[in-house]
């Protein structure tokens, strides 16, 4: 009994100093302009789910995207353009960004969130489901930076359309690989089977070098992160 309270005394206090610890990198590294609460604010008020990346994970976004020089970044679900916010403002006056979207009030929050927060410019809003829309790009690449964040049984097509859209040096991202730790083991239903497929897939193709990361302030999920290898 009593070292099950002390156990969990201390699992309080390691969650405690990590959240202390997130904050204050989100204070100093990566806080949130207006156009970023905009886009919060409005995907809440209008009953969206709060599934947006972190602020850390969004600058992270950010430092890829200029690690890879990007011009054209790619991503797979918009939701509220929250994550479209930071990825367009990594990017030069004449860069683009595609988002793919296939709710479309989630599409037309995001379009507005572009908007609002300056970067319609250079990032648009594409309606449907991403599986139709992916064959389009192809005119269209190499995309230098792809952002995978969408329905997750697909994720090993999407893994795919993104090697077929980059080029030598590319990076691409996908949020939730870590799972609680479920997206390494044996899947026990669809969606965890296409991220559990897409773990196995980057971590053996020879022509990526990956790593997943758990990054949230409880540490239950994250991202992976490939680089198409030169
Ligand atoms: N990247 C966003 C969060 C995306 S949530 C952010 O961090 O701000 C996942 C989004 O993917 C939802 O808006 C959902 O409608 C969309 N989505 C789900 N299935 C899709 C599909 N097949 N094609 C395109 N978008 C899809
Ligand atoms: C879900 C989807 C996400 O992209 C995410 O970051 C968190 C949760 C979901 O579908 O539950
Ligand atoms: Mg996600």
Redesign the pocket.
């Known amino acids: 009994m009593t070292n099950h309270n002390s156990e969990l005394a201390f699992l309080m206090q390691q969650a405690k100093t990590r959240h202390k610890i997130e904050a204050a990198i989100t204070h100093q590294f990566a806080p949130e302009d207006e156009g970023l609460q905009f886009a919060l604010m409005a995907a809440k008020q209008a009953g969206l ?1 709060q ?3 972190s602020p850390v994970q969004g600058k992270l976004l950010q430092l890829l995207a200029v690690a890879c020089n990007a011009q054209k970044i790619l991503e797979i ?1 918009s939701l509220g353009g929250y994550s479209g916010i930071w990825l367009a403002r990594a990017l030069p006056p004449h860069g683009r960004l595609i988002s793919l979207e296939i709710n479309p009030t989630h599409a037309r929050l995001a379009s507005n969130a572009f908007a609002k927060a300056g970067v319609s410019d250079r990032a648009e809003v594409r309606v449907g489901k991403a599986l139709d829309l992916l064959p389009q790009l192809v005119s269209e690449a190499p995309f230098d930076l792809v952002f995978i ?4 049984p697909p994720y090993p097509q999407y893994l795919e359309w993104a090697l077929r859209l980059a080029r030598p040096g590319s990076i691409i991202a996908a ?2 690989c870590v799972r609680s730790g479920k997206a390494f083991e044996e899947p026990e239903d669809e ?1 965890m089977a296409g991220v559990v497929a897409y773990n196995r897939r980057i971590s053996s193709d020879p022509r990526l070098m990956s790593l997943v990361m758990a990054m949230d302030d409880d540490y239950t ?1 994250g991202f992976a992160i490939s680089v198409v290898k030169q």
């Open positions: 789910p599934i947006q990346i679900g964040d969408a329905d997750k949020d939730n969606g999920d």
